[in-house]
Nanobody
C-alpha cells in the first residue's frame, strides 16, 4: 500500500507562516512530479504549485501565491514541502498533495493524492 501523508496544517493568524509536508510512504520505484492543490469551502480544487523530479518549480496560481509560497522537495525522503509565508484569510483551504508514482520500471505512472490538511488563516 502506498500513501501520501500530509502534515503541518493548522490555525494561523494573518501574516503568519506554515510549512506543509507530504511524504510518500510505501514501496515505489520512482516519483516524478509532485504538487500541492487547495480547495476552499464552496470552491473547486485549484493547483497551487508543482515541482518536477529535478527540482524545477512552477507556481501555477502565481497571482495569488507568488512571492509568498515556495515548493520544494527532498528526493531522499520522498517528501514535498510547501512553505507558506504572509498568509491571508483567503488562503484558508484544505491543502492536498499529489505525486506521479511508478511501481516498477515497466509500470505506468499513477497519480496519488494525500488526504488533505486544513489550513485556517484567521485572527
Amino acid at each position: 500500500q502506498v500513501h501520501l501523508v500530509e502534515s503541518g496544517g493548522g490555525l494561523v493568524q494573518p501574516g503568519g507562516s506554515l510549512r506543509l509536508s507530504c511524504v510518500v510512504r510505501g514501496s515505489i520505484f520512482s516519483i516524478a512530479a509532485m504538487g500541492w492543490y487547495r480547495q476552499a469551502p464552496g470552491k473547486q480544487r485549484e493547483l497551487v504549485a508543482t515541482v518536477t523530479d529535478d527540482g524545477s518549480t512552477n507556481h501555477v496560481n502565481s497571482d495569488s501565491v507568488k512571492g509568498r509560497f515556495t515548493i520544494s522537495r527532498d528526493n531522499a525522503k520522498n517528501t514535498v514541502y510547501l512553505q507558506m509565508n504572509s498568509l491571508k484569510p483567503e488562503d484558508t483551504a484544505v491543502y492536498f498533495c499529489n505525486a506521479d508514482l511508478k511501481f516498477s520500471s515497466l509500470s505506468p505512472w499513477f497519480k496519488y493524492w494525500g488526504q488533505g490538511t486544513q489550513v485556517t488563516v484567521s485572527s
